[in-house]
């Protein structure tokens, strides 16, 4: 090593050990055998230290010189190095994440892995691996192994938790991952995007160690891959540039997808590095339990948040239920339908077209309001079979008109939440006063035909019943906090 160079460094994993010695770096993969993997035979590590230096040559080609053979004293071999060119510590990710550069650099990680992701190759054997089959058979694997750790630090009521969640995003989410297969984002790709295997240098990003030991677990939807990254910075305190890498990656790329299955990835991922630290906890790694827990939780907080839900706005014309499930699709991020709208859409009108009818008339027929009720059912489980969780305005009114909205949830996996308005008679007419004055709003309610139909209420026992004479962001707060309330 020259002087002045950087001291010789020694890096180890639970699989591997690297050699850092001046400008070169060599790795040494362990003799183990987990649930994963099996490099007990020498002949099988040489093997993996070749397809290892194929594989991440498609990251950085110029870091990844070849593979040396490791011989005694008759030349025979006895194991083999991966050699790289070692690269900067200093200019790692994970060590950069609280510069002012930081932002501007994840930018650059994110259009490098999107350009990775363009260039990934594909077939139908890899587009399998997207399957919510496919997917379920993973989590099963990776939630089996953790299971037979049994990791004191991590409840196993925790992970029990986790594991329904998981398998019910999948079970009600088969439209959204065909889309995924058929549009063709399921491909080969790195498999472990870490920040300390991202190296930020003058001339661009080198992406390092990508996973090579099984095939299988590279083959994914490409989101799976960057929300991998965004894991990893979430977990380092940065869900702000775990939020930006995703949507640069996805400018960069021009994917689409809905925030649920980011998420969704996203526990994956934080699932698979806890397995990890559980298994280095049981090598004797000091700390690596309480990485394993606090990965863990991240999973889980995120698997909760990625919950496909389908919320139930209702009361009478006036208390303020339009108002109430437009602020919290808007807060949430979540669709929203109306059935004034789709009242008047079926009716061929455009939306502010008044259509005044007497009670139970006209548009608001009995035979109408059930058309009216199915549609919005129907609209609202594909939206849920595609990651979307909605939010539904309607008066709710009769107790035959919910069943099919529950009917869709049950279908989708999507937990229900319900919520009933209720303002004084004098709120609730003023302000349909106000708005048939404005004009132009889908709804064609009087004062008069509010008080019938508050009058013809039906019981609603499973709602939620929330005072809308307050000031309207309490009764959003109340109503985001009930939404996002964890179900069973």
Not at 465 to 486: F, N
Request: glycine letters at 8%.
């Amino acid at each position: 090593m020259s002087a002045g160079g950087p001291p010789a460094r020694i890096a180890e994993t639970h699989i591997s050990v690297v050699a850092m010695v001046g400008d070169r770096a060599y790795k040494l993969l362990k003799p183990v055998t987990l649930g994963f993997l099996d490099h007990a035979r020498r002949e099988d590590r040489e093997r993996a230290c070749h397809r290892e230096t194929e594989l991440n040559r498609r990251f950085a080609p110029d870091v990844y010189l070849g593979v040396l053979d490791v011989v005694d004293g008759s030349g025979a071999p006895v194991d083999h190095l991966i050699v790289m060119r070692r690269m900067p510590e200093d200019r790692r990710l994970s060590g950069l994440l609280g510069s002012p550069e930081a932002p501007a650099l994840v930018d650059e990680v994110a259009a490098a892995v999107a350009e990775a992701h363009a260039r990934a190759p594909t077939s139908p054997a890899i587009a399998a691996a997207g399957s919510a089959e496919a997917m379920r058979r993973r989590w099963d694997d990776d939630i089996r192994e953790m299971d037979a750790l049994d990791p004191p630090a991590i409840p196993r009521a925790a992970r029990e938790r986790l594991a329904a969640l998981a398998r019910e995003y999948l079970a009600g989410r088969g439209p959204l991952l065909a889309s995924r297969q058929a549009a063709g984002w399921v491909r080969d790709g790195h498999g472990d995007l870490l920040c300390d295997d991202v190296y930020c240098l003058d001339d661009g990003p080198r992406i390092l160690d990508c996973l090579a030991f099984d095939d299988a677990l590279r083959h994914g939807d490409v989101l799976g891959d960057v929300a991998f990254l965004a894991m990893d910075l979430e977990a380092r305190g940065r869900p702000d540039l775990a939020a930006r890498v995703v949507d640069r990656w996805a400018e960069r790329l021009g994917e689409r997808h809905p925030a649920s299955l980011a998420g969704h990835h996203v526990a994956h991922r934080a699932h698979v590095r806890a397995k990890v630290a559980a298994i280095r906890a049981g090598q004797g790694h000091e700390g690596a339990a309480a990485e394993a827990a606090r990965l863990h939780a991240l999973a889980l907080s995120r698997l909760e948040r990625a919950r496909v839900r389908l919320v139930l706005v209702g009361g009478a014309p006036g208390t303020g239920k339009s108002m109430l499930a437009r602020g919290l699709a808007g807060r949430e991020g979540w669709r929203l339908l109306r059935s004034d709208e789709v009242r008047k859409a079926l009716a061929g009108r455009e939306p502010g077209e008044a259509a005044p009818a007497p009670w139970g008339g006209g548009i608001y027929a009995p035979e109408a309001a059930a058309r009216v009720y199915a549609a919005l059912a129907e609209r609202a489980a594909e939206l849920m079979a595609m990651g979307e969780s909605v939010v539904v305005d309607a008066s709710w009114a009769a107790a035959r008109h919910r069943e099919p909205a529950r009917a869709a949830a049950a279908g989708a996996r999507a937990p229900v939440v319900e919520v009933l308005l209720e303002a004084p008679p004098a709120v609730a007419e003023a302000r349909i006063r106000r708005r048939l004055a404005r004009g132009g709003d889908p709804s064609d309610a009087t004062p008069e035909i509010a008080a019938r139909l508050a009058a013809a209420f039906d019981p609603w026992p499973e709602a939620r019943r929330l005072d809308a004479g307050r000031p309207p962001e309490a009764v959003l707060d109340e109503a985001a906090a009930l939404a996002r309330a964890t179900a069973p």
